[in-house]
């Protein structure tokens, strides 16, 4: 079992950055794969970026790639999602989300079996 909880969503202006947090509960962190998805109002859920169980591997959907890199330190149960040069349309609440197939990057939602609450990202224009 694994228990994740997001933090670090905010409103920014369009061009800043911020930085989400996936703190995860359980031993077993290092064995998982984690990846970040968002949802914007009345849109849906939509895959942003992924990191295999040792960080050697991530994907990223191509509306991010060059602004968002994500990051995990097994040490400390934490995968981070650095986003630079937002803008308006990545305003939405961010999910993390892990699976145990550990070198697993993919964007199917249904692949990932424990989800977190969400932080919400706002941007602005």
């Known amino acids: 079992q694994v228990q994740l909880v997001e933090s670090g969503g905010g409103l920014v202006q369009a061009g800043a950055s911020l930085t989400l947090y996936c703190a995860a509960s359980g031993r077993t962190f290092s064995s998982v794969a984690v990846a970040w998805f968002r949802q914007a109002p009345g849109k849906e859920r939509e895959f942003v970026a992924a990191?295999?169980?040792?960080?050697?591997?991530?994907y990223y959907v191509d509306s991010v790639k060059g602004r968002f890199t994500i990051s995990r330190d097994n040490a400390k149960n934490t995968v981070y999602l650095q986003m630079n040069s937002l803008k308006p349309e990545d305003t939405a609440v961010y999910y993390c989300?892990?699976?145990?197939?550990?070198?697993?990057?993919?964007?199917?939602?249904?692949?990932?079996?424990?989800w977190g609450q969400g932080t919400q990202v706002t941007v602005s224009s």
């Open positions: 989300a892990a699976t145990y197939y550990s070198d697993y990057v993919g964007g199917k939602d249904s692949m990932y079996d424990y």
């Open positions: 990191i295999s169980w040792s960080g050697r591997n991530t």
